[in-house]
């Protein structure tokens, strides 16, 4: 039974990662079986992809020190017109760290520019906690 926490757990990390996986289907295959705590698999899912998001943003503060390098993928012109945007807009953009294809890239650029690992940590929870609650509560017809 401990076999489908950690299952949960790494699906959920390795999809908060720039990986292309998907943790959302195995979380509603278990709740659906009713052999599970709902609670608990809320929070294993909700901390393995919070844990994922944080390795993104720890790649983002580490790739920051080669964009002098030629070959780094954006100039330091542009690296300063994003820093902007994200002082601007970045924070509150990472309650979008839950969506496909945006909210990966995001926790990594949150590294890049910087974002206190504190905040980040608290803004991905927030954000990827209610979204795998509003599945569970869509998932056991909770909702409408």
Do not use: C
Not at 21 to 40: D, I, N, P, T
Not at 81 to 103: D, E, F, N, T
């Amino acid at each position: 039974m401990g076999e489908a926490y950690i299952g949960l757990f790494l699906a959920a990390f390795g999809a908060a990662t720039l990986l292309p996986l998907q943790s959302e289907a195995l979380l509603v295959g278990l709740l659906l079986s009713e052999r599970y705590e709902a609670w608990l698999l809320l929070g294993v899912a909700t901390v393995g992809n919070v844990l994922g998001s944080l390795v993104n943003w720890w790649l983002g503060t580490r790739l920051e020190q080669f964009k002098d390098r030629r070959w780094f993928p954006v100039s330091p012109a542009h690296l300063d017109k994003a820093r902007v945007h994200y002082q601007r807009y970045g924070r509150w953009s990472l309650l979008l760290s839950w969506m496909p294809i945006i909210g990966d890239p995001l926790t990594l650029v949150a590294g890049v520019m910087g974002e206190p690992w504190r905040r980040f940590v608290l803004i991905v929870t927030l954000a990827k906690g209610l979204r795998y609650g509003a599945l569970a509560l869509a998932t056991l017809g909770w909702m409408g």
